[in-house]
């Protein structure tokens, strides 16, 4: 059977969460889950309709099928335009199949080794010490997103990659801009422009006046021939978005969490066992899975799968959240959080080829992040009623937009 359904019939994707559950996905998905892996769903801004796949087995199995592609560019697919193209201006390789994804990728991705990313942990360390310290000395109630959650990984991806940390408010408002779904294309578009314009000047200053980063070395590639520096720049939006955005939203709603979950917290606090940190990471990314939007792909040929077919053509949405919650994979109480489950499997880092690049640098992050700081603010608490907490619905990436705390 394929596509049966008029649009008219169809739930709109993406769904709303329950009123007072921040931390759970919709339940209309949860509902959908039950009734089989695949639904039809239209997507509002575009009025076109794609395929939602809501069972964990069947994301990671659609992930990882070469007939899917991340073609942004295709017709229908299943992003309201230009959403996906970070306003026109390409994001890089997250939004290429191979082997074009692959060649540029590759270019980038001795910088993320696990190998690579623990040599950082002490500079990480530094950073979330030093945040910490101006917290303590400044006024409470403080808040917990300005103050730490946001500059943290901005600090760290800046370092990495060479980009002068005194820029931070231009590029974590336009970034903002750029994943918001409520925002206008036009508006959406212009920030993407002012991005790459500044990301492309900075190219050409690593090109004259190369340093000891990856964006240097990745002008290095320039010169060689290996790349245009149009991609170079897309390659530097792409990992300054990814690189902040994400672990910043973790930090925060991960925080959030924690403190409606006090027994959870104290175990995480009271525990210096390292692994058991890394497995409340894991469990916080499962439970949380805040790149809510699902993964969004395009089916090349015609693909077979539970029983029914997905044609050429037509579009499909990967709703990881529910997928992460997926009684067939987390069989003990998968709504809850319980930061000793063994949750590595999860699927908030994507699956397949398009697998986060980022993910040990995240994972570094949030261990130093969430271990250091309850440790050293350990009655850390809520300055306000959850439900004045403004959530990002309208996010492609879901946080809070502020978390007011105090100690
Ligand atoms: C907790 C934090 C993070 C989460 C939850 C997250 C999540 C994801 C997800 C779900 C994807 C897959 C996209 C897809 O399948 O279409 C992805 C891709 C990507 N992420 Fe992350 N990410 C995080 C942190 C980071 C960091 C710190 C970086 C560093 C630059 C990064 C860089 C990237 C890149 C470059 C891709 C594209 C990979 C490709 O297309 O081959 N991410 N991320």
Redesign the pocket.
């Known amino acids: 059977m394929s596509d049966t359904l008029s649009p008219a019939e169809t739930p709109d994707f993406p769904m709303a969460r329950a009123a007072g559950c921040p931390f759970d996905p919709p339940p209309q998905l949860r509902a959908l889950q039950q009734e089989g892996p695949l639904a039809r769903v239209r997507i509002p801004e575009s009025g076109g309709t794609a395929w939602l796949v809501t069972t964990y087995a069947e994301q990671r199995a659609l992930?990882a099928d070469p007939r899917v592609s991340?073609d942004v560019t295709r017709p229908g697919f299943p992003i309201p335009a230009p959403a996906g193209s970070g306003g026109g201006i390409g994001l890089s390789?997250?939004l290429m199949d191979d082997p074009e994804?692959a060649r540029l990728?590759r270019m980038v991705q001795a910088a993320?080794t696990v190998r690579r990313v623990e040599s950082m942990r002490p500079a990480v360390q530094k950073i979330v010490d030093d945040m910490i310290d101006d917290l303590l000395a400044g006024p409470k109630p403080v808040d917990l997103v300005e103050a730490f959650a946001l500059p943290v990984?901005s600090l760290v991806?800046c370092e990495l990659l060479g980009v002068p940390y005194t820029d931070h408010d231009f590029f974590q408002e336009n970034s903002k801009t750029i994943i918001k779904r409520s925002v206008a294309p036009e508006e959406r578009a212009a920030a993407g422009g002012r991005l790459a314009h500044y990301l492309d000047d900075l190219v050409g200053r690593k090109l004259a006046e190369p340093g000891d980063d990856l964006l240097s070395r990745v002008a290095e590639r320039v010169k060689a021939g290996d790349l245009t520096r149009q991609e170079a720049a897309q390659m530097g939006v792409?990992?300054l978005i990814?690189?902040h955005e994400?672990?910043a939203n973790?930090i925060a709603l991960g925080t959030l969490a924690l403190l409606r979950n006090p027994g959870q917290l104290a175990l995480l606090r009271e525990s210096d066992d390292p692994k058991l940190v890394a497995g409340a990471v894991e469990e916080l990314?499962r439970y949380l899975n805040?790149?809510h939007n699902g993964?969004?792909r395009i089916a090349l040929e015609d693909i077979e799968i539970a029983g029914r077919t997905i044609r050429a053509g037509e579009g499909i949405i990967m709703a990881?959240d529910i997928g992460n919650r997926d009684p067939s994979a987390f069989p003990d109480n998968p709504d809850e959080l319980d930061i000793r489950r063994d949750a590595r499997r999860h699927v908030?880092?994507?699956f397949g080829?398009?697998?986060?690049?980022?993910?040990p640098?995240?994972r570094m992050e949030?261990q130093v992040a969430y271990s250091t700081l309850y440790r050293r603010v350990p009655t850390l608490s809520l300055a306000t009623d959850l439900d004045r907490v403004p959530f990002k619905h309208d996010g492609a990436v879901y946080g809070v937009y502020e978390l007011p705390v105090t100690w």
């Open positions: 992930l991340s390789f997250i994804h990728r993320f990984p991806i792409l990992l990814a690189g994400t672990t973790m990314l805040i790149t993964r969004r990881n908030a880092f994507g080829v398009h697998q986060c690049l980022g993910q640098l995240a949030l």
